[in-house]
């Protein structure tokens, strides 16, 4: 059974970080695209960052970057989500999601969420003083 459980999330100070944890089960992420996407309140859901199969990353927003990053840990199967210099727009629910459907090549990521077929259950991430 594939999962993906996200963890990591809190509350911390504009300016301040976190890492989120994406751990998988039941696969290896590095054979997959996988993607990190945001909820605010009210609003819909927003691609942040995918990092593909070879480690490629693209950027779904511009409003992250130089902030955001994905690094990799194979060992753990394990995706990390760094975030730097925190707002209070990147108060969010912030989900991992694997596309692991279809071929595709290494260097790839999907260009939004409907491509992605597993995703984990969410983990909170408030950003206020």
């Known amino acids: 059974q594939l999962q993906l459980v996200e963890s990591g999330g809190g509350l911390v100070q504009p300016g301040g970080s976190l890492r989120l944890s994406c751990a998988a089960s039941g696969f290896t992420l590095n054979s997959y695209a996988i993607g990190w996407f945001r909820q605010a309140p009210g609003k819909e859901r927003e691609g942040v960052l995918c990092?593909?199969?070879?480690?490629?990353?693209?950027n779904y927003v511009d409003s992250v970057k130089g902030r955001f990053t994905i690094s990799r840990d194979n060992a753990k199967n394990t995706d990390y989500l760094q975030m730097n210099s925190l707002k209070p727009e990147d108060t969010a629910i912030y989900y991992c999601?694997?596309?692991?459907?279809?071929?595709?090549?290494?260097?790839?990521?999907?260009?939004?969420?409907?491509?992605?077929?597993?995703w984990g259950q969410g983990t909170q991430v408030t950003v206020s003083s």
């Open positions: 990092i593909s199969r070879s480690g490629a990353m693209l």
């Open positions: 999601a694997a596309k692991t459907r279809g071929s595709y090549g290494s260097m790839w990521c999907p260009r939004g969420a409907v491509d992605f077929d597993s």
